[in-house]
């Protein structure tokens, strides 16, 4: 049976990566890595090398136990992919990279919702990296939603949820599509009636996945 690491940066994800992969990857033995400092210690400005290293010990370990790839499940660690790729030698995936192409297809007015600016501004890059491929002419405005992360650091899932809805209601106007960049973040638009779509990432980027193995 193949073996897929799925790299989390935060617990919570674990669940929902799970089911997903049971649902799309059936025959695929799902491993899980965490490292749940690496967006706190991004966020203090730790530097690059000692995260590519971190993240190729936990890859390596992976890889080493029989994992054929690994996808990273978090935004905020997503432009060490390509590195790290090389680095171990089998493929990484980028679990954002469908939503990416999907929002940049979508419509020009792109808005990017994150918990920490930590995340935001990884997938406002990766956005502008697939409109550049695509060929797509995109603007893109950034929004971090306060008190929403330490909400979810305190285990008050409800008011993160709300604080996030209420910013994508506030966008949903002046957007053609509004973006979730965090996987845990997709709970907050559960149950949402709104003009534009709201893309999250753990379904489509699990589902690319399944479809690059096919």
């Known amino acids: 049976m193949t073996r897929i690491a799925f790299l989390h940066t935060g617990a919570v994800v674990i669940p929902t ?20 400092k690496i967006v706190g210690d991004l966020g203090r400005g730790v530097a690059a090398e000692q995260i590519e290293q971190r993240l190729a010990d936990l890859g390596g370990a992976a890889v080493a136990a029989g994992a054929e790839a690994v996808m990273f499940t978090c935004s905020s660690i997503s432009q060490y992919a390509g590195p790290l790729a090389e680095r171990l030698g089998v493929p990484v995936y980028r679990v954002d ?21 930590t995340t935001v501004q990884p997938t406002a890059a990766l956005l502008r990296e697939r409109a550049e491929l695509l060929g797509r002419d995109v603007q893109i405005e950034e929004i971090v939603v306060p008190d929403a992360f330490e909400a979810a ?21 002046a957007s053609d599509v509004v973006v979730l960049a965090q996987a845990s973040m997709a709970s907050a638009a559960a149950g ?7 893309l999250t990432s753990p379904e489509s980027g699990v589902r690319r996945l399944a479809e690059r193995r096919s």
Do not use: C, Y
């Not at 997903?20 to 890595?33: H, I, T």
């Open 17 to 36: 990566f799970a089911g997903l992969a049971a649902e799309l990857l059936p025959d695929v033995e799902v491993q899980n890595l965490l490292d749940d």
């Open 97 to 117: 990279e469908a939503m990416a192409d999907e929002a940049v297809q979508t419509g020009e007015r792109v808005s990017v919702i994150a918990t920490l600016q």
């Open 153 to 173: 650091v305190a285990g008050d899932r409800d008011r993160h949820d709300a604080l996030v809805a209420a910013a994508i209601k506030d966008r949903a106007a």
């Open 192 to 198: 949402l009636d709104l003009p534009v779509p709201v």
